[in-house]
């Protein structure tokens, strides 16, 4: 007997991966039913003993969702069908059974070769981590997570920490509804139009962003990829934590802060934001950022959070302008007895409104983005956004001069004196 085993692109690529635990956060019709389907089918082909499960939130949407698509694909496999019980028992012998999450009580005490959990954001943690992940240990079973997210939660938490790529045991995927070459483009854009950017954004791009709170809106931000004639650049920097970075980033319920460094060319026009360098480091990287930033933009001024992080990377940071024979001074950036919220309020908030902050184009962009319209939501960090509204403190403009060049002569050169 034969299956002829049809996928998109983009299930071929999930379907081929050997990873034990995969993540799929897709798009509405995208195709990620379909592909749970053909894995289930195949994976209880393969097994000699034990179950396969398919779990949605509720057995009446595993039945809805996955029962009448098994017994399509799976026909010529088939020896015995029950729809009372929704299971399905493959010729040799493997039983398909599908699942609620609702009623975990039903999934104890079985060995399982294979899972699927379909729209995992609807379920509750702990029917994963405390009965079906060890339902899969004696026989080191595999599982497929697929959902369109809702929001950041515990499958937000999963992807993020699989994303990461420091377990090789789970690994990440993300499609939009355009993925799927079956489905219109021009219906997808339809949708757009009638739908509000925010559930747009969920349901059809796979978006895990968290309902905004609206404090940032998007016809605020503008992009702008030539760097304005005048100007002086400047370097903020809000850093994060150096230590035992490597085993703090295996945690998979929370994604570390990062380091942010805003480089941003400030004229009585504005702000035009160049780039904004951000990732996890330990301190020596860190300082090495800092200073290949500072030796590439020549800001005139370069400004750090005040606190310990700061006073750990300064010696790294002096050691690096003695090698490399290029000083600058470092300011001290503070808080100004203002909440975060409050401090960064303060310092774009208006100027993001009036037009006056403009980006450059870069791969910065999606992450700070994502940072600005979520804050000041707890789920989603902002140390893009903070690094940005520190510049607020250190840049000082110098609107006009009241002597003329001419009048000078340049004794050093290199000071300016």
Known sequence: MELNVELLPWQQDVFGDPTRFKIVAAGRRTGKSRLAAWLLIINGLQTERGHVFYVAPTQGQARDIMWSTLLELAHPVIKSSHINNLQITLINGCVIS???????????????????????????????????????????????????????????????????GDDEGYKAWHFTSYDNPLLDPTEIDTAKRSMSTYAFRQEFMASFEAMGSEIFKEDWVQFNE??????????????????????????KNKKLDETAIAIVKVSTDGWWVSDIVHGRWDIKKTAKKIFDAVHYYQPVAVGIEKGALKNAVLPYLTDLMKSGQRFFRVEELTHGNKKKTDRIVWGLQGRFEHGQIELNKGDWNAQFLDQLFQFPNQLVHDDLVDALAYIDQLAKVAYHYDYEYDEFEILDPVAGY
């Not at 999450?101 to 954001?121: C, N, Q």
């Not at 400047?234 to 230590?243: N, R």
């Open 226 to 251: 030539d760097e304005p004639d005048d100007g002086d650049y400047y370097i903020a920097v809000d850093l994060a934590g150096f230590a035992n970075v490597e085993s703090a980033t295996k945690s």
């Open 98 to 164: 599908l699942k609620g999450a609702d009623r975990p009580e039903t999934m104890r005490g079985v060995s399982l070769k294979f899972l699927v959990m379909d729209e995992y954001a609807d379920m509750k943690p702990s029917v994963w981590e405390q009965i079906l992940r060890p339902a899969l240990a004696d026989q080191k079973g595999e599982a497929l997570f697929i959902g369109t997210p809702m929001g950041r939660n515990h499958f937000y938490e999963l992807f993020t920490y699989a994303e990461l």
